[in-house]
């Protein structure tokens, strides 16, 4: 996606959560912009939606997302 930072307009990858709630409803749980897609990121990333109320996360689809398999292990 293309962003206006510092009078310059770049290129940021967003990233999303989405959820499937008890009714199989799909939600937006969030959307995230980083410079980085470390395990310091998705740790904040999935410390913010515990906070938020999700209560367990049963399966995860990513696609080679660095950090991600150390920061679910943390959580």
Do not use: H
Request: proline share 1%; hydrophobic share 45%.
């Amino acid at each position: 996606m293309k962003v206006r930072q510092n009078k310059q307009v770049i290129n940021k990858a967003i990233y999303l959560a989405l959820g499937v709630n008890m009714e199989g409803q799909k939600e937006l749980l969030g959307m995230w912009t980083s410079e980085t897609e470390g395990a310091r990121f998705w740790l904040s990333v999935l410390t913010e939606l515990q906070n938020r109320g999700v209560n367990d996360l049963l399966i995860a689809c990513v696609d080679g997302l660095k950090g991600f398999p150390d920061a679910i292990n943390t959580v």
